[in-house]
């Protein structure tokens, strides 16, 4: 979750709030008012809360071209070329993407956008990166829950496209779940997992999987419909 971007109360993840004139967290402003050139720091810290609007109200089009007007005046921000990359990335833009995620890993020291950073790698066919981006958001006490099960998704999904389906299921195991505690993203871990299983040919195991998303979301993703499948 950016930190230009603030979670509602029990959100999921990439959900965002929306983004009032002056709500900018007060650190997002400091940076701005810091890096930005001078007399543009108040034009960054605008255009930067009308693209964090935009993304939220799902335009990420729109939200890319304000934040790309914020990168122009504060091409130091970490904040900025964040939002920027959530926007590219929303828009399937891939290598673009890619380059503003690095760019706010780099200057943010932080690897909290390392699921979105690895996912840009899988879908320009360089799977094998996304495995130690995952390793990274594991070892790190900053990363959020959320994030860190992205990462091992993305990572477990990018061994599993290379037929390392062992490899997948235990960088999956890494994630802590409980059967009786079902978060989104314990949820998203379970399903990534009964698909691995499902790929690998052990098709018990992924149907024991795919119950266990039932019995706490009978309408998560398309679970009916594969336990049918495969029943």
Aim: charged fraction near 30%; charge should be positive; proline fraction near 6%.
């Amino acid at each position: 979750m950016p930190k230009a971007l603030q979670p509602r109360p029990g959100g999921q993840h990439r959900r965002l709030a929306p983004v009032r004139r002056g709500a900018l967290p007060r650190e997002i402003v400091a940076e701005l008012r810091r890096v930005a050139r001078v007399g543009k720091a108040e034009s960054a810290i605008a255009y930067l809360e009308r693209g964090v609007e935009l993304l939220e109200r799902g335009d990420p089009r729109a939200g890319a071209r304000e934040a790309a007007k914020a990168k122009e005046v504060a091409p130091r921000s970490a904040a900025v070329r964040e939002v920027l990359g959530l926007a590219l990335y929303e828009q399937k833009r891939w290598q673009e993407a890619l380059s503003e995620m690095q760019a706010y890993r780099r200057m943010s020291g932080r690897p909290d956008q390392n699921h979105i950073i690895a996912d840009c790698y899988r879908a320009l066919g360089r799977p094998e990166r996304a495995v130690p981006l995952a390793e990274e958001a594991l070892s790190s006490r900053g990363v959020p829950v959320a994030a860190k099960a992205e990462a091992v998704i993305v990572a477990a999904s990018a061994l599993a496209d290379m037929g390392r389906f062992g490899q997948a299921l235990g960088l999956l195991r890494r994630v802590r779940t409980r059967d009786d505690v079902a978060r989104p993203e314990v949820i998203r871990v379970w399903y990534v997992t009964a698909n691995v299983l499902e790929r690998a040919g052990r098709t018990q195991d992924a149907v024991r999987e795919f119950h266990k998303i039932l019995r706490h979301d009978p309408s998560a993703y398309d679970v009916a419909e594969r336990l049918a499948q495969l029943s």
